[in-house]
Nanobody, 125 residues
Framework: QVQVLESRGGLVQAGDSLRLSCAASGRTFSTYAMGWFRQAPGKEREFVAAVNWRGDSTLYADSVKGRFTISRDNAKNIVYLQMDSLEPEDTAIYYC??????????????????WGQGTQVTVSS
């Protein structure tokens, strides 16, 4: 069983930056494609970004492209989500998720097997 744990989010102002991190257990972390999703109040969970197991291929939602950057450090079993130029519309609970070993990068939440508990990010205007 893989355990996924997000870092604490926070309250920031519009235009600020925030970096989320996500640690995943297991010696096979380097074989997992990883993704970030978010869910705002009253809305469905949506895809934010994903990175393949090697870290050389990424996907982004159009709403965050150019502002958010996903990366990973396989030596530390950590994936990061750098969020710049934050907007109030980015306010949501952010979830980190892992696919099973050797699966390709994906946008659909149904493709991810392991999920963290989520962390709140609030952006004030």
């Amino acid at each position: 069983q893989v355990q996924v744990l997000e870092s604490r989010g926070g309250l920031v102002q519009a235009g600020d930056s925030l970096r989320l991190s996500c640690a995943a257990s297991g010696r096979t972390f380097s074989t997992y494609a990883m993704g970030w999703f978010r869910q705002a109040p009253g809305k469905e969970r949506e895809f934010v970004a994903a990175v393949n197991w090697r870290g050389d291929s990424t996907l982004y939602a159009d709403s965050v492209k150019g502002r958010f950057t996903i990366s990973r450090d396989n030596a530390k079993n950590i994936v990061y989500l750098q969020m710049d130029s934050l907007e109030p519309e980015d306010t949501a609970i952010y979830y980190c998720a892992a696919r099973t070993s050797w699966r390709p990068i994906a946008r659909s939440s149904s493709e991810y097997a392991y999920w963290g508990q989520g962390t709140q990010v609030t952006v004030s205007s």
